[in-house]
């Protein structure tokens, strides 16, 4: 029902004449108008960096292109909303053009869809992009598919999980990133039940604002910045010789919600700093408290997925994994406690895209028009930007 309702609305608004005759030559056993494997371009500008990929629905990366903008942010210890901005509106262009020319494509004749993201993230960001994609999109005469960013982390894994088969819902997932710290779980494509999300900062707002507390040099390059850089400090550290306390383990209601909550390890940081008159530009002392730092935060996201595992178990949801994703999913430490606790405890396995695919990209908002696309779900040429979008709200018509 939902998908020829979908459709319909689809051909209504977003088909030109021309484009109806070109793709009405091709069949897919879905929608009999879409020919296979298609192929999608995807935007991403959520947050500091410029992405597009081309993606196609036989799971191939066909190319892909991203602008980082690390050397612009650094100086000021984060990400400077206004730069981003004016960066992404400099080179979108450029990329969008260097991921054509890398697959050898012509826009109009080899792209099906256009796929864009739409929220949540920094405004003005989202809305460089959403641009670029829908004049994109309607000029071309291509369907547009406005893409959720923390959805589309979640969907990676299903794009390069090495399996014939995609991986099947329902899927427990850990989404990790600078702007949000989610658990969920992943229903379908357009369905996620919400079970927690951070009371306070991110995980990797923690990562960055203890990586900047300890003067941490960023590490340069794709995969880099200041959570990758404070991960290296930490693995020379030894994590014994100081402690911090696991965030929300001693108020019994805190404990038990699935909620968790990160700005309290910062503060407790820069206590054990003040109590122990410690000298940060001391390497070894860095490298202790960024380990320190790191214990506890992989603490307290492996007591909160335990809960959500226990969550998952008493309502008899039948889970194919736990995936994790978002830029602190690249993690290998993370994804070492991840994996202890889903495989051995729980029995499933922990499922995350490859470290490059974690971090924001072009290829995740691709692969998620590829994915919304084989169902159906288009939008019209006139969506406006969401820099504030609940996951929970996508396809909430659907039940447990
Ligand atoms: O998903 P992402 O690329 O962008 C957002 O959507 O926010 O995530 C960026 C966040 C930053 O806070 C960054 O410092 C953190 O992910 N990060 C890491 C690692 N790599 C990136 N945090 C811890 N360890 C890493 N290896
Ligand atoms: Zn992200």
Redesign the pocket.
């Known amino acids: 029902m939902l998908i020829s309702t979908q459709y319909l609305k689809f051909v209504r608004y977003n088909f030109c004449n021309s484009n109806r005759a070109f793709l009405s030559k091709n069949y897919s056993t879905f929608n009999p108008n879409i020919r296979t494997p298609f192929t999608v371009l995807g935007i991403e500008t959520?947050?500091?960096?410029t992405g597009v990929a081309i993606v196609n629905s036989d799971r191939q990366i066909i190319s892909e292109a991203i602008h980082l903008q690390q050397q612009l942010h650094e100086p000021y210890g984060g990400i400077v909303p206004n730069l981003a901005m004016s960066s992404h509106q400099q080179y979108l262009p450029l990329v969008i053009r260097e991921a054509l020319d890398k697959a050898n494509m012509d826009i109009a004749k080899d792209i099906d869809v256009i796929a864009v993201t739409r929220g949540p993230?920094l405004p003005a960001c989202l809305g460089n992009g959403l641009s670029a994609g829908k004049a994109l999109a309607a000029a071309l005469c291509k369907p547009l598919i406005g893409v959720h960013?923390?959805a589309s982390?979640a969907l990676t894994a299903r794009l390069t999980h090495p399996t014939p088969n995609l991986l099947p819902f329902p899927f427990l997932t850990l989404l990790?990133?600078?702007?949000?710290t989610l658990i969920l779980v992943a229903r379908g494509v357009n369905h996620y039940i919400h079970l927690g999300t951070t009371v306070d900062d991110?995980?990797?707002?923690a990562?960055?604002k203890i990586?900047r507390l300890l003067k941490i040099p960023w590490l340069k390059g794709r995969?880099?910045?200041?959570?990758?850089a404070?991960?290296q400090f930490a693995e020379k550290g030894d994590s014994k010789k100081f402690s911090v306390p696991i965030p929300m383990t001693k108020d019994k209601r805190r404990k038990e919600a699935m909620d968790l909550s990160f700005s309290g390890l910062k503060t407790s940081v820069n206590a054990l700093i003040t109590k122990h008159n410690l000298d940060i530009d001391d390497e070894n002392i860095k490298r202790d408290l960024a380990s320190t730092f790191q214990k506890a935060a992989i603490a307290h996201l492996t007591d909160k997925l335990e809960l959500a595992f226990k969550w998952c178990k008493e309502k008899a949801i039948p889970l194919t994994a736990l995936v994790a994703?978002?830029?602190?999913a690249?993690?290998?430490s993370?994804r070492f406690s991840l994996e202890s606790l889903a495989v051995e405890q729980y029995n499933v396995p922990l499922i995350c895209p490859p470290?490059h695919l974690?971090?924001?990209?072009g290829v995740m908002i691709a692969w998620a028009g590829v994915e919304r696309f084989r169902i159906g779900l288009v939008d019209e040429y006139t969506i406006d930007h969401m820099p504030k979008w609940p996951i929970s709200s996508l396809g909430s018509s659907m039940s447990l």
């Open positions: 959520s947050c500091d960096d993230g960013h923390m982390h990790i990133s600078g702007g949000h991110s995980v990797g707002e990562y960055d990586a995969g880099g910045g200041p959570g990758a404070l991960e994703s978002g830029g602190v690249s993690n290998k993370i470290p974690c971090t924001d990209n």
